[in-house]
């Protein structure tokens, strides 16, 4: 009878250890592109951190700055529904001052912020002067373009405007990024804490070089005229997306595809991708690692998690069905 119940108490010990497995088993499935911006961007809330690197270039820097554009604010449509962020939409924070040109469908426009008071602002576009726009107003250029004014800033002596130029009147809903969720590689603690965007080369952002396990070599894993977005998830549920590549200009096209989501929605799968420049037109792909140290990085590996826990799931229904009546009966008629 001693025999018999520890028979049992090992049984039961097994079965708890397969409800375990079975709930990691499809549970520690790799993120996927195809639901970018979540988990960093859920309902207009922004969780989690954009990390540089202490020594990022300027260009590194630019590039995170436009994918926090393209996460600082929710575009709804005239029906208020949500708008996926592309290239026939521009938003941007401008300087007094400052001029940029941005290209919409081909069309160079270029854009300057003539001034900037508490409440309105006033743009210079291809020359022609939209005059005093309040925050909430539109200016339609000659071309059926419109230019709307979101939102001003007045700090010391620094004034600065948010606005969009669109083919349509746009509501841009402001999500609760700040200055605070931007961070320099050496004041983040524990990476693997937080979701995360990563910018720039592992040689200048270590905290890349340690999520891509690149060793003492920052320029390993690097192709030329390559750019890469990669995540890796964390243990804990988090999930840190690396915008990498071998020169400046390839890490700025691959924060490109990530500002202009909207555009590459159809070619963002997986949870590692290639950026290249075909002749002027960023061309994406997913690849792998060949050394990938991560297993839920893999989809192989998680194809191979779900058939082990299927087999383990049917193995748990025999013990139920068979093994432990007939034990538990013996254990009663003794």
Same mark, same amino acid.
């Given at each position: 009878?001693?025999?018999?119940?520890?028979?049992?108490?090992?049984?039961?010990?097994?079965?708890?250890?397969?409800?375990?497995?079975?709930?990691?088993?499809?549970?520690?499935?790799?993120?996927?592109?195809?639901?970018?911006? =979540?988990?960093?961007?859920?309902?207009?809330?922004? !969780?989690?951190?954009?990390?540089?690197?202490?020594?990022?270039?300027?260009?590194?820097?630019?590039?995170?700055? !436009?994918?926090?554009?393209? $996460?600082?604010?929710?575009?709804?449509?005239?029906?208020?529904?949500?708008?996926?962020?592309?290239?026939?939409?521009?938003?941007?924070?401008?300087?007094?001052?400052?001029?940029?040109?941005?290209?919409?469908?081909?069309?160079?426009?270029?854009?300057? $912020?003539?001034?900037?008071?508490?409440?309105?602002? =006033?743009?210079?576009?291809?020359?022609?002067?939209?005059?005093?726009?309040?925050?909430?107003?539109?200016?339609?250029?000659?071309?059926?373009?419109?230019?709307?004014?979101?939102?001003?800033?007045?700090? %010391?002596?620094?004034?600065?405007?948010?606005?969009?130029?669109?083919?349509?009147?746009?509501? @841009?809903?402001?999500?609760?990024?700040?200055?605070?969720? @931007?961070?320099?590689?050496?004041?983040?603690?524990?990476?693997? =804490?937080? %979701?995360?965007?990563?910018?720039?080369?592992?040689?200048? %952002?270590?905290?890349?070089?340690?999520?891509?396990?690149?060793?003492?070599?920052?320029?390993?894993?690097?192709?030329?005229?390559?750019?890469?977005?990669?995540?890796?998830?964390?243990?804990?549920?988090?999930?840190?997306?690396?915008?990498?590549?071998?020169?400046?200009?390839?890490?700025?096209?691959?924060?490109? @595809?990530?500002?202009?989501?909207?555009?590459?929605?159809?070619?963002?799968?997986?949870?590692?991708?290639?950026?290249?420049?075909?002749?002027? %037109?960023?061309?994406?792909? #997913?690849?792998?690692?060949?050394? !990938?140290?991560?297993? =839920?990085?893999?989809?192989?590996?998680?194809?191979?998690?779900?058939?082990?826990?299927?087999?383990?799931?049917?193995?748990?229904?025999?013990?139920? @069905?068979?093994?432990? #009546?007939?034990?538990?009966?013996?254990?009663?008629?003794?």
């Amino acid at each position: 009878m001693g025999n018999m119940s520890i028979l049992v108490e090992k049984l039961e010990k097994i079965i708890s250890a397969l409800f375990i497995f079975i709930a990691l088993a499809f549970t520690t499935f790799a993120y996927d592109f195809a639901n970018y911006p =979540s988990p960093i961007l859920v309902d207009g809330k922004f !969780d989690g951190i954009m990390v540089v690197g202490d020594k990022a270039s300027a260009e590194e820097v630019i590039a995170g700055s !436009d994918i926090a554009v393209s $996460l600082s604010y929710t575009v709804l449509d005239q029906n208020g529904e949500e708008k996926l962020y592309d290239t026939s939409s521009i938003i941007d924070t401008m300087r007094s001052g400052d001029t940029k040109t941005y290209t919409i469908e081909n069309l160079d426009y270029e854009t300057t $912020l003539n001034y900037v008071d508490l409440n309105d602002a =006033s743009f210079i576009i291809n020359g022609m002067e939209t005059g005093a726009l309040r925050k909430g107003e539109t200016y339609t250029l000659s071309g059926g373009k419109i230019i709307g004014l979101v939102e001003t800033y007045i700090q %010391n002596e620094l004034s600065s405007a948010t606005f969009f130029l669109s083919n349509q009147k746009l509501k @841009v809903q402001a999500s609760d990024l700040s200055v605070e969720d @931007v961070k320099l590689a050496s004041e983040v603690d524990n990476i693997h =804490s937080v %979701n995360s965007i990563l910018i720039g080369h592992a040689c200048n %952002n270590p905290l890349i070089m340690e999520l891509r396990s690149q060793g003492e070599n920052c320029k390993s894993n690097y192709e030329p005229n390559t750019g890469y977005i990669e995540a890796y998830d964390t243990p804990n549920g988090k999930v840190s997306i690396v915008v990498t590549g071998h020169s400046i200009k390839d890490i700025s096209n691959a924060a490109r @595809v990530l500002s202009y989501y909207g555009d590459f929605r159809d070619v963002l799968k997986g949870n590692k991708l290639k950026v290249k420049d075909k002749n002027g %037109n960023l061309e994406v792909t #997913p690849y792998q690692f060949n050394n !990938d140290p991560q297993i =839920s990085q893999s989809a192989d590996y998680n194809e191979l998690y779900l058939k082990i826990g299927l087999s383990a799931l049917v193995l748990l229904v025999l013990l139920f @069905v068979f093994i432990i #009546p007939k034990v538990t009966g013996n254990k009663k008629i003794r």
